[in-house]
């Protein structure tokens, strides 16, 4: 049994450097895949590290965390 999965993409433009275009091109041959392909999988690549890095700074931020001291952690650790 065979499953067909279809997405809906819009289309998007962007301006690149020539140097990045040229690197993209490299990847995608290395990848055998295209550029959209090796584009698509970069940002979201880059989004979801993106929402990792905005909630850590969310928890860094928050002030009900408590802040550690590193000298006590480390003299608790090595007991």
Aim: no cysteine; glycine share 0%; proline share 4%.
């Amino acid at each position: 049994m065979t499953f067909l999965v279809e997405f809906v993409m819009s289309q998007i433009t962007a301006r690149l450097p020539d140097d990045l275009i040229d690197e993209l091109d490299q990847v995608a041959a290395q990848l055998r895949r295209t550029r959209a392909d090796v584009v698509r999988q970069a940002l979201e690549y880059y989004l979801d590290d993106y929402e990792d890095l905005s909630r850590a700074v969310e928890v860094l931020r928050d002030p009900a965390d408590p802040v550690l001291d590193w000298e006590a952690v480390k003299r608790d650790l090595l007991r």
